[in-house]
């Protein structure tokens, strides 16, 4: 069965230091997704994607966010300078046709030091 | 602004006894709803989803949910708990048409004792 993969499972950086998630979505799907989950908390939109254009972004995908599909299969997350609040795990998701048919990656834990 | 509510934080439940997780939406039209389950350290696997029809839903791994328009709730079940359902258990919803992000409640920890 087709399944969204994720790069690196863990990452640990340095506060202010740039990091870039890394995330295969599922082949045939067009809407890409990125969310967080703050330890103990609920997950969280940051942001959606597609026809090569972010389509939606929560208030916390500010300037030091942005996402990329440098190439056909990828779909990437990147961090210019990260703080101590960015320590999450992210997902990232996509679908074929909107969230009726949303399937998760296993997520990237990211600890900021 | 849509929300979901997952009123309960921790359920703790025998083996083989029957679970009920609650959740409740607040959304002007009926949204798509789901259920998503993580285990420790893992990622979110999809449950179950309902978009229109039938209103009780059967999903993998012998849940069912069923969707109250009325009570604006979407409750998850399972007549027989196992041990290896012990997880967190998230309810979304999500608005109709494409591209749209989900919205999480803030889950539900799920025990099973032996």
């Known amino acids: 069965e087709p399944e969204v993969t994720q790069t690196p499972s863990h990452q640990v950086t340095q506060m202010g230091q740039e990091v870039i998630l890394r995330c295969v979505p599922i082949?045939?799907?067009?809407?890409f997704y990125w969310y967080r989950q703050i330890l103990g908390q609920k997950v969280e939109f940051l942001v959606s994607f597609y026809n090569n254009e972010i389509s939606e972004k929560s208030e916390i995908f500010d300037d030091q966010f942005s996402v990329e599909r440098p190439d056909g299969s990828n779909f990437t997350l990147k961090i210019r300078s990260t703080k101590l609040e960015d320590s999450a795990m992210y997902f990232c998701?996509?679908?074929?046709?909107?969230?009726?048919?949303?399937?998760f990656g296993p997520g990237t834990r990211l600890l900021v030091l | 602004a849509q929300s979901v509510t997952q009123p309960d934080i921790h359920i703790t439940v025998s083996e083989g006894a029957s679970l009920e997780l609650r959740c409740n939406y607040s959304y002007g039209a009926t949204p798509y709803l789901f259920w998503y389950v993580q285990s420790p350290g893992q990622g979110l696997q999809l449950l179950l989803k309902y978009f229109s029809g039938d209103t009780l839903v059967q999903g993998i791994k012998g849940f069912e949910a069923e969707f109250k328009r009325s009570q604006s709730s979407f409750n998850l079940r399972k007549p027989s708990v196992h041990w290896s359902d012990a997880a967190e258990y998230f309810c979304a919803v999500g608005l109709t048409g494409g591209g749209n992000k989900l919205t999480f409640g803030t889950g539900t920890q799920l025990k099973v004792e032996l």
């Open positions: 082949s045939n799907h067009l809407y």
């Open positions: 998701a996509s679908s074929i046709t909107g969230p009726e048919t949303q399937y």
